[in-house]
């Protein structure tokens, strides 16, 4: 792969495909929610992690089963590593990181291998069979240069390439490239020797890289989000960056969180708490919900309480859904909200959520839910099969929590 500068600016998508719907088909009456079937998710175990004024900022996870690996990502910089079979097992706690975290990813081929993207612009690969001990970083080339703000990261399925987006910085913002096979074997934090940098892009964005995804099984495709309001699909395979832009998605917003649904299929969210879900192809997303709409017409929650984490892909149903919350002075809402060819409906409720909710993570294989957020609880959720809600009934009020508060809830801001 060759990575070079594009000789001019990428244009936007003009695609003359049409969509049978936009944001506003897509929103589901009062009746259809009326006819959904709601389930109950509850705690089956929590962490509360150390620390009065520490928090969880993101969580990653491998497929293994029955027994998978977890790792939280702590604002105190550290990494909390779990195995998790009914429970939650701490593994290990590493301390290596000197700046916030702003990305966590177990490599696609073991679980053994966990990697961490620094704010300071460097990504170290942790080897957990040798006690969390680092056995690769991953730095910017540049010479006599300060090291490029991160922002965000990902790992190509096939274990062989990393990409990293960065802050904006010196009138630019980078998408930069490793090859995880060149990683340095010497284990010494001084050793100047480090990854190779193969090269970056920097034409396609013009402010902070904010999400990067790569296709589960297109190796050569990766998508990009950035606060400068565009998605954008490259072909790493192309020889030039120019060459190498797809598609340029424009959201008209600022993009929070990107990833890949099915195809040529996307979703994300915004900054502004919204949700998009694009084709490729198109000019425009066939599915919109602002944060208005999902909190009147799915959540019943105030506006101004609403956030939204991610969108998982049902292992049950084989829909996606987007996880939402409410956060009020009456307690820490929490919901699932599942899209289909039909819009979206509220599918579930998580009983006893005690957080803002900042990331989530799902095991497909056993349908268990991690959360992890500003009260610093890790929950693992669990269906509740005795108590699914039946179709045709009223919303049920959320059962609250037991009033008690952690104290470090008090610092943490609202998602708004």
């Given at each position: 792969?060759?990575?070079?500068?594009a000789?001019?600016?990428?244009?936007?998508?003009?695609s003359?495909r049409?969509?049978?719907?936009?944001?506003e088909?897509?929103n589901t009456?009062?009746?259809?929610?009326?006819?959904?079937?709601r389930?109950?998710m509850?705690?089956?175990?929590e962490?509360l992690?150390?620390?009065d004024?520490?928090?969880?900022?993101?969580?990653?996870?491998?497929?293994?089963?029955?027994e998978?690996?977890?790792c939280a990502?702590?604002?105190?910089y550290?990494?909390?590593v779990?195995?998790?079979?009914e429970g939650?097992?701490?593994?290990?706690?590493l301390?290596?990181?000197?700046?916030?975290?702003v990305g966590?990813?177990?490599?696609?081929?073991?679980?053994?291998?966990?990697f961490?993207?620094?704010?300071d612009?460097?990504?170290?690969?942790?080897?957990?069979r040798?006690?969390?001990k680092?056995v690769a970083?991953m730095?910017?080339?540049?010479?006599d240069?300060?090291?490029k703000?991160?922002?965000?990261?990902?790992?190509s399925?096939?274990d062989?390439?990393?990409?990293?987006g960065t802050?904006?910085?010196?009138g630019?913002?980078?998408?930069?490239?490793w090859?995880i096979?060149?990683?340095?074997?010497?284990?010494?934090?001084?050793?100047?020797?480090?990854n190779?940098?193969?090269?970056?892009?920097?034409?396609?964005?013009m402010?902070?890289v904010?999400?990067l995804?790569?296709h589960s099984s297109?190796?050569?495709v990766?998508?990009?989000?950035?606060t400068?309001?565009?998605?954008?699909?490259?072909?790493?395979?192309q020889?030039?960056?120019d060459?190498?832009?797809n598609?340029s998605l424009?959201?008209?917003?600022?993009?929070?969180?990107?990833?890949?649904?099915?195809?040529?299929?996307l979703?994300c969210?915004?900054?502004?708490?919204?949700?998009?879900l694009?084709?490729?192809?198109?000019?425009?997303?066939?599915?919109?919900?602002?944060?208005?709409?999902?909190?009147?017409?799915f959540?019943?929650?105030?506006?101004?309480?609403?956030?939204?984490?991610?969108?998982?892909?049902?292992?049950?149903?084989?829909?996606?859904?987007?996880?939402a919350g409410?956060?009020?002075?009456?307690?820490?809402?929490?919901?699932g909200?599942?899209?289909?060819?039909?819009g979206?409906k509220w599918?579930t409720?998580?009983i006893?959520?005690?957080?803002?909710?900042?990331?989530?993570?799902?095991?497909?294989?056993?349908?268990?839910?991690?959360?992890?957020?500003e009260g610093?609880?890790?929950?693992?959720?669990?269906?509740?099969?005795?108590?699914?809600?039946?179709?045709?009934?009223?919303?049920?009020?959320?059962?609250k929590?037991n009033?008690k508060?952690?104290?470090?809830?008090k610092h943490?801001?609202?998602?708004?």
């Amino acid at each position: 792969m060759q990575l070079t500068s594009a000789s001019e600016m990428p244009r936007m998508v003009d695609s003359t495909r049409k969509r049978n719907g936009n944001s506003e088909s897509h929103n589901t009456s009062d009746s259809d929610k009326n006819h959904a079937n709601r389930c109950e998710m509850i705690v089956a175990t929590e962490d509360l992690v150390p620390g009065d004024d520490n928090y969880v900022l993101a969580l990653c996870g491998t497929q293994h089963e029955p027994e998978f690996r977890l790792c939280a990502a702590m604002s105190d910089y550290s990494c909390i590593v779990y195995n998790v079979n009914e429970g939650l097992s701490k593994l290990m706690s590493l301390e290596h990181n000197t700046s916030p975290i702003v990305g966590i990813k177990f490599s696609p081929s073991s679980k053994n291998i966990l990697f961490a993207a620094t704010r300071d612009g460097e990504i170290t690969a942790c080897d957990l069979r040798a006690k969390g001990k680092v056995v690769a970083e991953m730095r910017d080339g540049s010479v006599d240069s300060k090291l490029k703000p991160l922002a965000s990261f990902d790992i190509s399925s096939d274990d062989k390439l990393i990409a990293a987006g960065t802050e904006h910085i010196g009138g630019d913002a980078f998408i930069l490239f490793w090859d995880i096979r060149y990683s340095s074997p010497n284990n010494s934090r001084s050793d100047s020797r480090k990854n190779d940098l193969l090269g970056g892009y920097w034409e396609s964005h013009m402010d902070d890289v904010t999400s990067l995804a790569f296709h589960s099984s297109k190796i050569d495709v990766l998508a990009s989000g950035s606060t400068d309001g565009l998605i954008n699909v490259f072909d790493l395979s192309q020889s030039s960056e120019d060459s190498a832009l797809n598609y340029s998605l424009n959201t008209e917003s600022s993009v929070d969180r990107i990833g890949w649904l099915e195809n040529d299929h996307l979703w994300c969210t915004t900054h502004t708490h919204c949700l998009q879900l694009w084709d490729c192809e198109d000019a425009t997303p066939y599915g919109k919900y602002d944060r208005s709409t999902i909190a009147a017409n799915f959540m019943h929650e105030d506006q101004d309480s609403c956030y939204v984490v991610r969108v998982h892909k049902s292992s049950s149903s084989g829909d996606p859904f987007l996880l939402a919350g409410g956060s009020t002075i009456k307690g820490e809402h929490l919901h699932g909200l599942t899209i289909n060819s039909e819009g979206m409906k509220w599918c579930t409720d998580f009983i006893g959520n005690k957080q803002l909710v900042r990331d989530s993570w799902y095991h497909a294989k056993s349908g268990c839910l991690i959360t992890g957020g500003e009260g610093g609880v890790i929950n693992l959720w669990k269906q509740n099969e005795k108590t699914l809600i039946q179709q045709n009934s009223e919303p049920k009020p959320l059962a609250k929590s037991n009033g008690k508060s952690s104290g470090r809830d008090k610092h943490r801001t609202k998602p708004y």
